[in-house]
Protein backbone atom coordinates (compact mmCIF):
# COMPACT_ATOMS: atom_id res chain seq x y z
CA UNK A 1 0.00 0.00 0.00
CA UNK A 2 2.93 2.26 0.94
CA UNK A 3 4.04 1.65 -2.58
CA UNK A 4 1.63 2.59 -4.37
CA UNK A 5 1.15 5.98 -2.01
CA UNK A 6 4.70 7.08 -3.43
CA UNK A 7 4.03 5.83 -6.99
CA UNK A 8 0.80 7.76 -7.17
CA UNK A 9 2.11 10.91 -5.48
CA UNK A 10 5.37 10.53 -8.49
CA UNK A 11 2.62 10.98 -10.71
CA UNK A 12 1.21 13.87 -9.44
CA UNK A 13 4.52 15.60 -8.70
CA UNK A 14 5.14 14.74 -12.80
CA UNK A 15 2.14 16.05 -13.87
CA UNK A 16 1.96 19.24 -11.82
CA UNK A 17 5.52 19.82 -13.41
CA UNK A 18 3.87 18.79 -17.10
CA UNK A 19 1.61 21.70 -16.05
CA UNK A 20 3.79 24.39 -15.01
CA UNK A 21 5.46 23.71 -18.77
CA UNK A 22 2.31 24.19 -20.24
CA UNK A 23 1.32 27.07 -19.15
CA UNK A 24 4.82 28.73 -19.68
CA UNK A 25 4.52 27.91 -23.26
CA UNK A 26 1.28 29.19 -23.57
CA UNK A 27 2.07 32.15 -21.88
CA UNK A 28 4.84 32.92 -24.36
CA UNK A 29 2.00 32.72 -27.14
CA UNK A 30 3.06 36.26 -28.69
CA UNK A 31 7.00 36.35 -27.50
CA UNK A 32 8.81 37.05 -30.77
CA UNK A 33 11.05 34.07 -31.30
CA UNK A 34 9.94 32.47 -28.46
CA UNK A 35 10.15 28.64 -28.15
CA UNK A 36 8.36 26.21 -26.51
CA UNK A 37 9.60 23.07 -24.18
CA UNK A 38 7.97 19.29 -23.52
CA UNK A 39 8.66 18.01 -20.91
CA UNK A 40 9.88 14.19 -20.98
CA UNK A 41 9.95 11.52 -18.02
CA UNK A 42 11.17 8.39 -17.35
CA UNK A 43 9.94 5.37 -15.12
CA UNK A 44 11.65 4.58 -11.93
CA UNK A 45 13.39 1.46 -10.32
CA UNK A 46 11.38 -1.50 -10.48
CA UNK A 47 11.09 -3.98 -7.53
CA UNK A 48 11.53 -7.83 -8.40
CA UNK A 49 8.97 -9.52 -6.52
CA UNK A 50 10.13 -12.93 -8.19
CA UNK A 51 12.90 -13.26 -10.94
CA UNK A 52 12.41 -15.48 -14.53
CA UNK A 53 14.15 -18.74 -14.49
CA UNK A 54 14.09 -22.41 -13.31
CA UNK A 55 11.07 -22.31 -11.00
CA UNK A 56 11.78 -24.00 -7.25
CA UNK A 57 11.60 -27.48 -8.41
CA UNK A 58 13.19 -27.51 -11.14
CA UNK A 59 11.03 -28.78 -13.54
CA UNK A 60 9.60 -25.97 -14.85
CA UNK A 61 11.47 -22.82 -17.10
CA UNK A 62 9.13 -19.64 -16.11
CA UNK A 63 9.15 -17.15 -18.74
CA UNK A 64 8.30 -14.35 -16.80
CA UNK A 65 9.00 -12.32 -13.31
CA UNK A 66 7.11 -10.04 -11.04
CA UNK A 67 8.25 -6.53 -11.09
CA UNK A 68 6.46 -3.49 -9.55
CA UNK A 69 7.13 -0.22 -10.63
CA UNK A 70 8.00 2.61 -8.41
CA UNK A 71 6.33 5.71 -10.08
CA UNK A 72 8.16 8.10 -12.52
CA UNK A 73 10.21 11.08 -12.45
CA UNK A 74 10.89 13.94 -14.96
CA UNK A 75 13.93 13.27 -16.98
CA UNK A 76 14.10 16.57 -18.85
CA UNK A 77 12.82 19.75 -20.34
CA UNK A 78 13.40 20.26 -23.70
CA UNK A 79 13.05 22.78 -26.15
CA UNK A 80 11.79 22.61 -29.84
CA UNK A 81 13.90 25.01 -32.44
CA UNK A 82 11.09 24.58 -34.75
CA UNK A 83 10.69 27.43 -37.15
CA UNK A 84 7.73 30.35 -36.18
CA UNK A 85 5.54 31.95 -38.60
CA UNK A 86 7.69 35.09 -39.85
CA UNK A 87 5.14 37.78 -39.50
CA UNK A 88 5.51 41.44 -41.72
CA UNK A 89 6.03 44.40 -39.76
CA UNK A 90 7.38 46.95 -41.88
CA UNK A 91 10.04 48.15 -39.94
CA UNK A 92 13.00 47.79 -41.33
CA UNK A 93 14.93 46.71 -38.27
CA UNK A 94 13.16 43.82 -37.29
CA UNK A 95 14.63 40.82 -38.78
CA UNK A 96 13.04 37.01 -38.55
CA UNK A 97 15.69 34.21 -39.45
CA UNK A 98 14.14 31.62 -41.57
CA UNK A 99 16.34 28.55 -41.28
CA UNK A 100 18.91 27.72 -38.24
CA UNK A 101 21.00 30.28 -36.33
CA UNK A 102 20.69 32.80 -33.30
CA UNK A 103 21.91 36.55 -33.51
CA UNK A 104 24.66 37.23 -30.96
CA UNK A 105 24.33 39.88 -28.30
CA UNK A 106 26.77 41.08 -25.67
CA UNK A 107 25.65 40.67 -22.29
CA UNK A 108 26.79 43.25 -19.56
CA UNK A 109 29.02 40.66 -18.00
CA UNK A 110 30.81 40.45 -20.81
CA UNK A 111 29.53 36.97 -22.08
CA UNK A 112 27.72 36.81 -25.63
CA UNK A 113 24.20 35.70 -25.28
CA UNK A 114 21.97 34.06 -28.83
CA UNK A 115 18.68 35.34 -29.40
CA UNK A 116 15.83 34.69 -31.79
CA UNK A 117 14.47 37.72 -31.20
CA UNK A 118 15.22 40.32 -34.11
CA UNK A 119 13.40 43.58 -32.60
CA UNK A 120 16.67 45.47 -33.09
CA UNK A 121 17.06 49.42 -32.22
CA UNK A 122 19.49 52.27 -32.97
CA UNK A 123 21.10 53.26 -29.26
CA UNK A 124 21.34 56.84 -28.43
CA UNK A 125 25.34 56.28 -29.38
CA UNK A 126 24.50 55.06 -33.05
CA UNK A 127 25.23 51.03 -31.89
CA UNK A 128 22.70 48.31 -33.15
CA UNK A 129 21.19 47.29 -30.23
CA UNK A 130 18.12 44.57 -29.30
CA UNK A 131 15.09 45.90 -27.93
CA UNK A 132 16.61 45.05 -24.07
CA UNK A 133 19.85 47.49 -25.05
CA UNK A 134 21.92 44.58 -25.46
CA UNK A 135 25.12 45.17 -28.29
CA UNK A 136 24.47 43.34 -31.52
CA UNK A 137 27.86 41.24 -32.04
CA UNK A 138 29.91 41.89 -34.29
CA UNK A 139 29.38 45.62 -33.40
CA UNK A 140 27.45 48.16 -36.11
CA UNK A 141 27.50 51.60 -35.95
CA UNK A 142 25.06 54.26 -37.93
CA UNK A 143 25.96 57.55 -38.40
CA UNK A 144 23.57 59.86 -36.90
CA UNK A 145 22.26 61.18 -40.51
CA UNK A 146 21.27 58.24 -41.53
CA UNK A 147 17.91 58.11 -43.13
CA UNK A 148 17.76 54.40 -44.63
CA UNK A 149 18.45 51.02 -43.64
CA UNK A 150 18.75 47.88 -45.71
CA UNK A 151 19.32 44.25 -44.16
CA UNK A 152 20.18 41.86 -46.93
CA UNK A 153 19.31 37.93 -46.60
CA UNK A 154 23.32 37.40 -46.05
CA UNK A 155 23.16 39.95 -42.65
CA UNK A 156 25.00 42.49 -44.76
CA UNK A 157 23.56 46.19 -43.29
CA UNK A 158 23.56 49.31 -46.02
CA UNK A 159 22.67 52.66 -45.04
CA UNK A 160 22.02 55.32 -47.19
CA UNK A 161 22.95 58.84 -45.65
CA UNK A 162 21.92 62.48 -46.04
CA UNK A 163 23.02 63.73 -49.62
CA UNK A 164 23.64 60.15 -50.67
CA UNK A 165 22.50 58.49 -53.88
CA UNK A 166 23.69 55.19 -52.87
CA UNK A 167 23.66 53.42 -49.78
CA UNK A 168 26.96 51.96 -48.05
CA UNK A 169 28.10 49.15 -46.30
CA UNK A 170 27.93 49.53 -42.21
CA UNK A 171 28.42 46.31 -40.97
CA UNK A 172 27.40 42.44 -40.79
CA UNK A 173 25.33 40.71 -38.72
CA UNK A 174 26.63 37.25 -38.29
CA UNK A 175 24.83 33.79 -37.01
CA UNK A 176 25.34 31.28 -34.58
CA UNK A 177 24.36 28.07 -34.33
CA UNK A 178 24.79 25.49 -32.59
CA UNK A 179 25.49 20.85 -32.56
CA UNK A 180 22.92 20.72 -30.26
CA UNK A 181 20.78 23.54 -29.54
CA UNK A 182 18.62 21.91 -27.30
CA UNK A 183 21.05 22.30 -24.83
CA UNK A 184 21.31 25.63 -24.86
CA UNK A 185 19.97 27.52 -21.22
CA UNK A 186 17.16 30.00 -21.24
CA UNK A 187 18.19 32.45 -19.09
CA UNK A 188 15.04 34.89 -19.65
CA UNK A 189 14.89 37.93 -21.73
CA UNK A 190 14.40 35.74 -25.29
CA UNK A 191 18.19 35.23 -24.64
CA UNK A 192 20.05 31.45 -24.60
CA UNK A 193 23.63 31.05 -23.34
CA UNK A 194 26.15 27.94 -24.42
CA UNK A 195 26.53 25.01 -22.20
CA UNK A 196 28.93 22.29 -22.43
CA UNK A 197 25.97 20.55 -23.28
CA UNK A 198 25.45 22.81 -26.73
CA UNK A 199 28.63 22.76 -27.84
CA UNK A 200 30.42 25.66 -28.73
CA UNK A 201 29.07 28.10 -31.14
CA UNK A 202 29.52 27.64 -34.71
CA UNK A 203 29.66 30.94 -36.49
CA UNK A 204 29.06 31.95 -40.07
CA UNK A 205 27.12 34.07 -43.24
CA UNK A 206 23.56 33.93 -43.28
CA UNK A 207 22.64 31.71 -46.06
CA UNK A 208 25.34 29.58 -45.94
CA UNK A 209 26.98 26.52 -44.84
CA UNK A 210 23.12 25.13 -43.50
CA UNK A 211 22.82 28.82 -41.47
CA UNK A 212 19.02 30.75 -42.25
CA UNK A 213 18.64 33.84 -43.92
CA UNK A 214 17.12 36.91 -42.86
CA UNK A 215 14.02 38.63 -43.77
CA UNK A 216 13.99 42.28 -42.94
CA UNK A 217 10.79 44.35 -41.99
CA UNK A 218 9.58 40.77 -40.18
CA UNK A 219 9.85 38.79 -36.89
CA UNK A 220 9.52 35.53 -35.85
CA UNK A 221 6.69 35.20 -34.18
CA UNK A 222 6.40 31.71 -31.36
CA UNK A 223 6.49 28.53 -32.51
CA UNK A 224 3.79 27.52 -29.18
CA UNK A 225 0.80 25.87 -31.02
CA UNK A 226 -2.02 26.82 -28.65
CA UNK A 227 -4.49 23.96 -29.25
CA UNK A 228 -1.88 21.43 -28.92
CA UNK A 229 -0.84 22.89 -25.26
CA UNK A 230 -4.40 23.04 -24.91
CA UNK A 231 -4.53 19.09 -25.35
CA UNK A 232 -1.54 18.81 -24.00
CA UNK A 233 -3.22 20.83 -20.47
CA UNK A 234 -6.23 18.42 -20.61
CA UNK A 235 -4.24 15.40 -20.53
CA UNK A 236 -1.95 16.48 -17.72
CA UNK A 237 -5.21 17.68 -15.89
CA UNK A 238 -6.76 14.24 -15.97
CA UNK A 239 -3.36 11.99 -15.18
CA UNK A 240 -3.39 14.40 -12.12
CA UNK A 241 -6.67 13.75 -11.49
CA UNK A 242 -6.48 9.69 -11.66
CA UNK A 243 -3.42 9.57 -10.20
CA UNK A 244 -5.53 11.81 -6.79
CA UNK A 245 -8.23 9.52 -7.03
CA UNK A 246 -5.54 6.12 -6.65
CA UNK A 247 -4.32 7.85 -3.17
CA UNK A 248 -8.03 7.95 -2.48
CA UNK A 249 -8.39 3.97 -2.98
CA UNK A 250 -5.47 3.22 -1.62
CA UNK A 251 -6.27 5.65 1.63
CA UNK A 252 -10.20 3.27 1.50
CA UNK A 253 -8.38 0.05 1.10
CA UNK A 254 -6.22 0.81 4.56
CA UNK A 255 -9.26 1.69 6.48
CA UNK A 256 -10.89 -1.34 5.04
CA UNK A 257 -7.97 -3.10 6.81
CA UNK A 258 -7.84 -1.48 9.58
CA UNK A 259 -11.53 -2.20 10.25
CA UNK A 260 -11.20 -6.16 9.94
CA UNK A 261 -10.53 -6.35 13.50
CA UNK A 262 -13.82 -4.57 14.82
Known amino acids: MNRALRTAATGMMAQQMNVEIISHNLANVNTTGFKKSRAEFQ ?17 IQEATEIQIGN ?17 PTSNPLDVAIQ ?16 TRD ?30 DVKIMKDGTIEATQVGQTYPSKVGQI ?17 Q ?17 EGFGEFVQGSLEASNVDVVEEMISM ?5 AYEINSKTVKTVEDMLSMANNLKR
Open 43 to 59: DLMYQTIKASGTSADGT
Open 71 to 87: GTLPAAVVKSFSQGDIT
Open 99 to 114: GDGFIQVRRPDGTVGY
Open 118 to 147: GTLKVSGEGQLVTSQGYLVEPGIAFSSDTV
Open 174 to 190: ELAKFVNPGGLRAIGGN
Open 192 to 208: FIETPASGRPILGVAGN
Open 234 to 238: IVAQR
